[in-house]
């Protein structure tokens, strides 16, 4: 019965030593898929920081691009009030062209009753 048990014993050993070494297998193989993961999300992190200075550039690109509407906006209300004033300028030289036709046509009539 002795002979049995070490024969036993044995298998168990040999069962047991087989069960370690897979499951150092599987670890290993785990630890292998733990540092890919890693390394994946090392190079997501760098292309968020990437994509963040990107943003950065746009948002900044965007404000210039703002503050030059807004001056080019503040520059035409400028160029249409100017606008507006020369032609309400135009409209009272026009007027008054219009009143020296008026007089120049009185002096003509007037003039014609004389006789040089």
Known sequence: KVAITVQDAE?????????????????????DSVELSSSKLENVVSALQDLTGVKDDM?????????????????????????????ASMDEINNMVQQLKVHAQTLQNTM????L
Not at 19 to 27: H, N, R, Y
């Open 11 to 31: 298998r168990i050993f040999e069962e047991q030593n087989r069960a370690v070494e897979a499951s150092g297998k599987l670890f290993d193989a785990l630890n």
């Open 59 to 87: 948002v900044g690109i965007v404000m210039n691009i703002y503050k030059v509407a807004e001056s080019s906006a503040a520059a035409s209300e400028e160029v249409s009030a100017s606008v507006e004033e020369q032609t």
């Open 112 to 115: 014609s009753k004389f006789k």
